[in-house]
């Protein structure tokens, strides 16, 4: 299975995007998906997750701002951000995992978000 992120672009301070990563195949087959993100000079660090069964979990900088879904009959991870800052200008990826015997950590490439005014 893999991961294209899409989405990103430049928008003023304040303003709202929302990032979609649609899976080539179903996205049942990961345990949990998620966002994460690498500003410039930074490491790259978790956004936000959601498990297969619809738990998610937020980064505390972020949980009131975005909101992270997923629609299964379309294969599509989404990440919604609102109110959006400068310092929230980086490279979004999405990342899928599968645990047990099969484990799998997969990327997507990574789409640039830019906060700016």
């Known amino acids: 299975v893999q991961l294209q992120a899409s989405g990103g672009g430049l928008v003023q301070p304040g303003g709202s995007l929302r990032l979609s990563c649609v899976a080539s195949?179903?996205?049942?087959?990961?345990?949990?998906m998620g966002w994460y993100r690498q500003g410039p000079g930074a490491e790259r660090v978790l956004v936000a997750t959601i498990t297969s069964g619809g738990t998610t979990k937020y980064a505390d900088s972020m949980k009131d701002r975005f909101i992270i879904s997923k629609d299964n009959a379309k294969n599509t991870m989404y990440l919604e951000m609102n109110g959006l800052k400068p310092e929230d200008t980086a490279v979004y990826y999405c990342n899928g995992k599968r645990f047990g015997t099969k484990s799998a950590d997969i990327w997507g490439q990574g789409t640039l978000v830019t906060v700016s005014s």
């Open positions: 195949g179903s996205i049942y087959w990961f345990n949990s």
